[in-house]
């Protein structure tokens, strides 16, 4: 499949440190599991760019290591320029997705955007949580929200995109 034809996702949350770096990863990891990720352009973003450059909170690293994820990346602000570059545009919650709305340059570019529970299979949430506040269970919610609404998302774009 050529590179011109690949689908690009990109996960926004507020700090870009939590919920965002975690899908970002939970679903470099299921593509790559299933050798489509020639077929993807995965990135993420936060909406303050309160933590630019930093690697994901220390917290979340660990959480994921232990499911045996790696959440790597470093903190960027989105940009109305994202606009341009991504298929899909998932928002954590609802600050998230109008804050992302209101940088949207035309009608097309808001169809970009979606809350990411929109894609859960079996658990049934309207965001995902903030865990930055919250204790070691507020992180593992936020991995098993992720971890079902990104095999949702996979389907989604496979079943638009006839892959
Ligand atoms: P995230 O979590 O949006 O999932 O990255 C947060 C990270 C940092 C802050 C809030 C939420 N903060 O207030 O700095």
Redesign the pocket.
Known sequence: MGKEEKTSVLFV????????PAGEGIFKKIVKEKGIDDRFGIDSA?TSG??TNELP?RRMRLHGEKRGYTFDSRSRKFSSSDFDKFDYILA?DDTNYYDILELAPDVEAQKKVHRMVDFLQNLAYDHIP???YSGAEGFELVLDLLEDACGGLLQEIESQHGK
């Open positions: 949350c507020l700090g870009n440190i939590c919920r965002s936060g309160w933590h909170d954590m903030d865990p930055y």
